[in-house]
């Protein structure tokens, strides 16, 4: 789609503008090469300004165009109900299924991601005034990451172009699956005082509420234009899986599903359970769930292994009828299909048998933002010389949660090599102070000492730290400084010409809190421990919690931060070359410099791999230095003005006429250059140079 921005002239509507205003600027052209009379005065009339418009670096005035754009503006944003970027990125038909947004609680980031076409963010292009920005800063250096476009709140967007269609020709690869563009507001005259609120609460469990507000103010004459904005957003409480009937329970099978809840819970030892009395241990909270022997764990070191002991029992024997529960409802994954259940309740057993973690989960996790916007335009000459800056600041927190911490993989790893001792759970020394068996199942040489241990443990820290909890805050920047101008002071044949040159500074700075995770050398240590005040008890019973000695040795909170700046440098022109009989043939040409920074600084537990409940991975630091020209020639075959038109079939009246455009696009010959360096770990890796196709496009 090509859009027509329009001048306003006394008292002629833009409305009347956009049908007349091409055929106006045409006659005056033609009537211009005949002798003219004197000339009464007459009103004003329109002028159509031509624009650069997403998918090309050509500015036109022309209504249609070669390339599939989509054009939302805040009407029409707010007529079909989309009430922030999440509601956004799920309306596009192009956008691909489960992609990264504000509704992930297990699992998202806090961002939103655009995926046309299910070929990853990363392929899908955001701009934001045509230019490029930083990525977010907490993601890993080449995944699937984009831009996190929950930083551009609606306020401060003029419209949305969403280019349905692979543009890599025109801006590079990273432009494979579309590009979306987001133009910001840089005109506005008044004060605007805006905010929505909305809620949950139908009566239906727990209460969230979301709300936004906004202040937008503009001045400014025909020389000048500044715009401030400042916009607030937070979703309150949030909602969790807990509050609402279908997501209560991992344990879907009465719903014809899978039971997906977790095996990684307290008081299990491969396939074992202890007994009821001790699992569901009646003790007070506090000091009564601290271990207590023969009460919520079993004593130590009283029988050879699981299968002798007195404590431990096969749930599946001891309650054959509990799981998955009553008869006549079983579903077509349940383990024991097609045979008939005899229980009472389809509730697959509770916690005894597998732990649900939809209890604690989130659905829409807590979050808010803040962000502030100015703009400033001043022509210093006429349009001849115009000098613009920009300035966009927005923070933005996410505080996802997860289930307790499982412990999962094993602290203890087979000597010499990075596999873990117990395939499933973790490992348990005889020696520790509340192992409750004799005799080891493997050994495994710790320290040139050969060690019994018991495999196959469970355990998940429900009491000792309840929910994790994952805390995301980004703060983004962004500045824009430049100049630009018309040609038309040169003589008439410039007068379509136009030029721009400019530097923007992008930056993206995020943290991660992970609060809740263990660490795994702090396990081992308390694992081998033989003092019960401080040893570790992955023993307990699904009501006891461990002493704070053994809590403060094993649990952590671990912080993880990025930063990634994208310093631009372009200067472009633009304008017509000649006329063909179609109309004028247009070029544009200009160079861009890119600089991105990527940083990423993980916890020292996560570097090193000794975590557990948390993603694991090295620090890094990523340089690259681009250099691109590009050039892009627009040749019109036929016209509009023309009234051409051809004929296809039709599903209701088998055939539909439209008129007919041809342009031959000689689209973006580019040629770039870049340098990159990577360091891991205090390692530089250079790489050689490369070309792309790629390019910028105007204010």
């Not at 987001?182 to 609120?197: N, S």
């Not at 933005?396 to 090599?417: H, L, N, Q």
């Not at 630009?484 to 991660?512: I, L, P």
Request: proline share 8%; charged share 20%; net charge negative.
């Amino acid at each position: 789609m090509i859009k027509n921005v329009l001048n306003k002239f006394g008292f002629v509507r833009v409305a009347f503008m956009a049908s007349v205003g091409f055929p106006v600027v045409f006659a005056s052209n033609a009537f211009a090469q005949l002798p003219a009379p004197a000339a009464p005065p007459t009103a004003p009339t329109a002028e159509v300004e031509r624009v650069i418009v997403t998918g090309s670096n050509i500015p036109t005035a022309e209504e249609t165009g070669p390339n599939p754009v989509d054009t939302y503006r805040p009407q029409d944003i707010e007529k079909l109900g989309i009430r922030n970027a999440t509601d956004l990125q799920e309306f596009i038909p192009q956008e691909t299924g489960g992609g990264m947004n504000m509704n992930i609680g297990n699992g998202g980031d806090g961002t939103i991601q655009f995926n046309l076409r299910g070929l990853l963010p990363k392929e899908t292009l955001v701009l934001v005034d045509g230019k490029r920005v930083a990525y977010g800063s907490l993601s890993d250096a080449a995944t699937s990451a984009g831009v996190d476009i929950n930083l551009l709140p609606f306020s401060m967007i003029d419209h949305v172009d969403i280019l349905k269609d692979g543009a890599s020709a025109v801006y590079g690869s990273d432009a494979i699956a579309g590009v979306v563009n987001f133009f910001l507001l840089h005109k506005f005259r008044g004060l605007e005082i805006g905010g929505t609120y909305g809620n949950t609460n139908l009566g239906a469990s727990n209460e969230m509420g979301e709300w936004e507000a906004w202040l937008k103010a503009g001045t400014g004459d025909d020389k000048t234009d500044i715009v401030v904005i400042a916009d607030f957003q937070e979703r309150t409480g949030g909602i969790f899986s807990r509050d609402r009937d279908i997501s209560s329970n991992g344990f879907f099978i009465p719903f014809g599903g899978f039971d997906a809840r977790s095996g990684n819970e307290p008081g299990r030892v491969a396939s074992r359970r202890l007994v009821p009395s001790l699992f569901f241990a009646d003790t007070s909270p506090g000091q009564g769930s601290l271990p207590t022997f023969g009460v919520n764990t079993p004593l130590p070191h009283s029988a050879p292994n699981r299968s002798t002991s007195p404590f431990y029992v096969n749930p599946f024997v001891i309650a054959p009828n509990a799981y998955p529960g009553a008869p006549g409802i079983i579903g077509p994954n349940a383990a024991q299909a097609p045979f008939p259940q005899t229980g009472t309740q389809y509730e697959g057993g509770g916690d005894y048998f597998f732990f649900n973690f939809a209890a604690f989960t989130p659905a829409l996790p807590p979050a808010d933002r803040q962000a502030f916007y100015g703009s400033f335009t001043r022509d210093i000459c006429d349009k001849y010389l115009t000098v613009f800056a920009d300035f966009k600041y927005t923070r933005s927190f996410f505080d996802a949660s997860a289930a307790a911490v499982p412990f999962s993989p094993d602290p203890f790893k087979t000597p010499g090599t990075n596999t873990f001792f117990s395939p499933n759970g973790i490992s348990v020394p005889i020696q520790n102070a509340f192992n409750p068996f004799t005799v080891g199942d493997a050994t495994l040489v710790i320290n040139g000492v050969p060690t019994p241990m018991t495999t196959g443990v469970r355990f998940r820290g429900i009491n000792d730290t309840g929910p994790r909890s994952e805390k995301f805050t980004y703060w983004d920047s962004l500045f824009d400084v430049g100049l630009k101008g018309e040609m038309g002071e040169f003589g008439d044949y410039f007068k379509t010409w136009n030029w721009e040159m400019g530097f923007r500074y992008s930056r993206n700075d995020g943290q991660r809190l992970s609060v809740g995770e263990a660490s795994q050398p702090g396990l081992r240590d308390a694992l081998l421990d033989t003092n019960p005040a401080t040893a570790f008890d992955p023993f307990l019973g699904i009501t006891g919690h461990n002493t704070k000695a053994a809590r403060q040795a094993v649990y952590v909170t671990l912080h993880n931060s990025g930063e990634y700046e994208l310093p631009i440098g372009y200067a472009t022109i633009n304008g017509d070359l000649f006329k063909l009989p179609a109309g004028p043939v247009s070029f544009a040409i200009g160079g861009e410099y890119d600089a991105p920074r990527f940083t990423r600084d993980r916890d020292a537990l996560n570097n090193t791999f000794q975590s557990i409940g948390s993603v694991d991975g090295q620090s890094f630091r990523v340089n690259r230095d681009i250099w691109g020209i590009y050039e892009e020639v627009r040749v019109p075959i036929t016209s509009p003005t023309w009234n051409l038109r051809w004929t296809l079939p039709s599903a209701r009246n088998g055939t539909a006429t439209t008129p007919l455009q041809f342009c031959l696009l000689d689209s973006s010959q580019a040629c770039r250059r870049r340098t990159a360096s990577i360091t891991r770990r205090s390692r530089r890796f250079p790489s050689a140079g490369s070309h792309l196709i790629r390019n910028g496009s105007g204010r």
